[in-house]
């Protein structure tokens, strides 16, 4: 499993639902420096016959990191691969540390915005995913659990509830719903780009008639 979407950076090797091992970095930047030799020092060098990724969203550069490793493994080792919202994890996350029902994810977008989704008590998303100012997302998540790295600010800002400081983290992999997991694999950015490849694709669009 790697997640390098946010400012962490982790990695995890499962047999079934066993973590053989597993590593986890707050880096802020070098995502892309850091990510393959933590792949490379986990048990048989990470290798595993199904890899999951974090699609975003987060940073561009933390999801093209990551997804682009994890296209090269599953190319190189003839692995599956799937993919998951880094919310999702959070919100996973949260109710494995306690929280007993509704959790609304807050987490650091661009531009001074949050990303923010809800999830049901099982990890069903509530909503859609938004890209709001925190302002904005005070006044409209009520969930009493707010969980991300964002959750203490909007929780000061609304004036009530309970924040979980989280970060999402590749070991809690077994957290997460079935549900959750995507074969589309294709970055979940959360709001549109700054800057657009020639054409005016996104970064990740395929170009017309690719697949």
Excluded at 29 to 52: F, N, S, T, Y
Excluded at 98 to 123: I, N
Aim: proline fraction near 6%; charged fraction near 15%; include cysteine.
């Amino acid at each position: 499993m790697i997640d390098s979407a946010t400012e962490a950076c982790s990695v995890a090797l499962f047999e079934g639902e066993t973590l053989l091992g597993g590593e986890f970095r707050v880096l802020g930047r070098g995502h892309a420096e850091a990510l393959v030799p933590m792949i490379g020092a986990l048990p048989e060098r990470g290798k595993a016959q199904r890899i999951v990724v974090a699609l975003g969203p987060g940073s561009f550069t933390g999801v093209r990191v990551g997804l682009a490793a994890a296209r090269a493994l599953a190319l190189a080792w003839g692995a599956q691969i799937e993919g998951y919202s880094t919310l999702a994890l959070v919100a996973a996350m949260a109710r494995g540390e306690g929280a007993s029902g509704p959790v609304a994810v807050a987490m650091t977008g661009g531009h001074g915005e949050w990303f923010t989704q809800g999830f049901d008590a099982s990890g069903t998303p509530l909503g859609e995913l938004a890209s709001l100012k925190p302002a904005d997302a005070a006044a409209t998540i009520t969930a009493a659990y707010v969980a991300g790295n964002q959750a203490e600010a909007l929780i000061a800002l609304r004036g009530n509830g309970e924040a979980m400081a989280l970060l999402p983290d590749a070991r809690a992999f077994g957290l997460l719903p079935a549900a959750a997991l995507t074969d589309h694999v294709r970055p979940l950015y959360g709001r549109a780009p700054d800057a657009r490849l020639p054409g005016g694709l996104l970064p990740g669009e395929a170009t017309p008639g690719q697949s």
